[in-house]
């Protein structure tokens, strides 16, 4: 049997739902690279990024859905649907560590840390074509190569690792920028 190998850009809260489900499947392989050393995407509070500018965390912030709304399928928030006031031991409108613990504990839970390639920079993303592209008609399914910079290595030149893969998922957020767009070719 055929196992598709799927690619994911960003282990915040996509990045993790993404990886979760792939695990679940018999017929995928996944490998998520994160740029940071951890997970949790944008509810990682820093004072300043790298960049200097700030992030879309501040420091007092609470989220502006009800914990009830933003949980997991398969994995609630500590507390989501007890009446009981002692196992509600977090608010309604969470602080963003909590958000961020939650994180943590779900990727602890599905064991989904094997599957995270930390300080990983995707720098480009290109399809591979197998069979030649006719006009008017739907391109045939591409691989992707996928180039990585490995930011715990500050060689020069630059570390890049090249990988292919059967299919993309960019969850890279909100912060991150596109440094160019690829042409795809028509009917993609």
Not at 102 to 111: A, D, G, I
Not at 144 to 163: C, G
Request: with cysteine; hydrophobic share 35%.
């Amino acid at each position: 049997m055929m196992v598709e190998r799927v690619c994911i850009v960003g282990a915040g809260a996509a990045g993790l739902a993404a990886i979760h489900r792939v695990t679940e499947s018999s017929k995928l392989s996944g490998t998520v690279f994160e740029e940071t050393g951890d997970i949790g995407g944008l509810w990682i509070y820093r004072e300043k990024l790298k960049h200097g500018n700030y992030g879309p965390m501040y420091r007092h912030m609470r989220t502006n859905l009800p914990k009830q709304a933003m949980g997991f399928p398969d994995f609630e928030f500590p507390g989501a649907f007890s009446t009981n006031q002692t196992e509600n031991q977090i608010s309604t409108f969470m602080h963003h560590s909590e958000v961020l613990e939650y994180l943590n504990s779900y990727t602890e839970k599905f064991q989904l840390r094997k599957h995270i390639k930390f300080h990983r920079r995707v720098v480009d993303v290109r399809p591979i074509f197998s069979a030649p592209i006719i006009e008017g008609e739907n391109p045939p399914h591409p691989k992707w190569r996928v180039l990585v910079q490995n930011l715990e290595k500050s060689e020069v030149p630059v570390n890049i690792e090249e990988y292919e893969f059967d299919s993309i998922l960019v969850c890279n957020g909100l912060t991150s920028k596109i440094l160019h767009k690829t042409e795809l070719p028509p009917n993609f």
